[in-house]
Nanobody, 117 residues
Framework: QVHLVESGGGSVQAGSSLRLSCAASGFAFSTYAMKWVRQAPGKGVEYVSSISSSGGSTVDSPSVKGRFAISRDNAKNMLYLQMNSLKIEDTAVYYC??????????RGQGTQVTVSS
């Protein structure tokens, strides 16, 4: 059973940094691409960043490119999101996510990031 647990969120001032973590279990983590998505209050789910199964390829959304960095540690079954130069508009619940064609999409419970001026 796929289990994803996010942590590391918090309340910070604009310009600060946070590092989100996602602990994965119940599936062959090292064989799955992973992504971070977020949902701001009253808005839909927004793609943030993705990473290949090996970690050798990443893609960032334009809104976070140059500020956020996704990474993974396959030995520890961990996914990370380093967030620098945070902006107020980065305020959202952040989820780690994975999917496959048979079982569908899986997300954790999310971690809240609040950025204030």
């Amino acid at each position: 059973q796929v289990h994803l647990v996010e942590s590391g969120g918090g309340s910070v001032q604009a310009g600060s940094s946070l590092r989100l973590s996602c602990a994965a279990s119940g599936f062959a983590f090292s064989t799955y691409a992973m992504k971070w998505v977020r949902q701001a209050p009253g808005k839909g789910v927004e793609y943030v960043s993705s990473i290949s199964s090996s970690g050798g390829s990443t893609v960032d959304s334009p809104s976070v490119k140059g500020r956020f960095a996704i990474s993974r540690d396959n030995a520890k079954n961990m996914l990370y999101l380093q967030m620098n130069s945070l902006k107020i508009e980065d305020t959202a619940v952040y989820y780690c996510e994975t999917s496959d064609p048979v079982s569908g999409t899986f997300r954790g419970q999310g971690t809240q990031v609040t950025v204030s001026s």
